[in-house]
């Protein structure tokens, strides 16, 4: 069974920098894709980033090209999301999750997730 815990969220100021990690375990993931997802209060849950765990290759949400950059390290199963010049719009509880081959940006499609963790960026 696969087991995603996110760690890393906290309080920032606007501007500053935050790295998220997603360990991940219960399975090999090199036929999987791990996804980054978030969902600010009232809103619903909105696809951040994803990233093909055999080649590395990233894909990211219009909103975050250019300040956020996704990442795996192979020999510690763990994805991570480095977020810099962050925004009070970034401020969500985020998400990781995985799924076989494809990245998509629909939450629907993923059958994993971890428990979140949150950050939240003041102005």
């Known amino acids: 069974q696969v087991q995603l815990v996110e760690s890393g969220g906290g309080l920032v100021q606007a501007g500053d920098s935050l790295r998220l990690s997603c360990a991940a375990s219960?399975?090999?993931?090199?036929?999987?894709?791990m996804g980054w997802f978030r969902q600010a209060p009232g809103k619903e849950r909105e696809f951040v980033a994803g990233?093909?765990?055999?080649?590395?290759?990233?894909t990211y949400a219009d909103p975050v090209k250019g300040r956020f950059t996704i990442s795996r390290d192979n020999a510690k199963n763990t994805v991570y999301l480095q977020m810099n010049s962050l925004k009070p719009e970034d401020t969500a509880v985020y998400y990781c999750?995985?799924?076989?081959?494809?990245?998509?940006?629909?939450?629907?499609?993923?059958?994993?997730w971890g428990q979140g963790t949150k950050v939240t960026v003041s102005s």
């Open positions: 990233i093909r765990w055999s080649t590395g290759y990233p």
């Open positions: 999750a995985a799924r076989p081959i494809v990245v998509s940006t629909r939450p629907a499609d993923y059958g994993s």
């Open positions: 219960g399975r090999s993931f090199s036929t999987y894709v």
